[in-house]
Nanobody, 121 residues
Framework: QVQMMESGGGSVQVGGSLRLSCAVS????????MAWFRQSPGKEREGVAC???????TYEDSVKGRFTISRDNEKNTLYLQMDSLNPDDTAMYYC???????????????WGQGTQVTVSS
């Protein structure tokens, strides 16, 4: 059974940092692509960062140099380290696993429930 559960969200001031975690079942961890997406009210869900089983990473332009995605296959956990946060980063963040990959939602079959990140000035 594929299960994914995010944690680590919260409220932070501009310039602060948060580390999101996504605990995944062994079944989900077997998928080659894992990613973080985010969605703000009234906006479409967008890809933030993705990582392959070979640890190849891709980032959305606005988070390059500020966010770092990583996966620990032994702990069955996906991470997103977020630094230099700004109000535009405020959103619900979701982890995902799938076969397709990239930053396109269509490449992912399984999703967590989300964790809220709020950045205030």
């Amino acid at each position: 059974q594929v299960q994914m559960m995010e944690s680590g969200g919260g409220s932070v001031q501009v310039g602060g940092s948060l580390r999101l975690s996504c605990a995944v079942s062994a079944a989900a961890n077997s998928y080659p692509w894992m990613a973080w997406f985010r969605q703000s009210p009234g906006k479409e869900r967008e890809g933030v960062a993705c990582i392959t089983v070979f640890n190849r990473t891709t980032y959305e332009d606005s988070v390059k140099g500020r966010f770092t995605i990583s996966r620990d296959n032994e702990k069955n956990t996906l991470y997103l380290q977020m630094d230099s946060l700004n109000p535009d980063d405020t959103a619900m963040y979701y982890c995902a696993a799938g076969l397709g990959g990239g930053l396109d939602t269509r490449g992912y079959n399984f999703w967590g429930q989300g964790t809220q990140v709020t950045v205030s000035s």
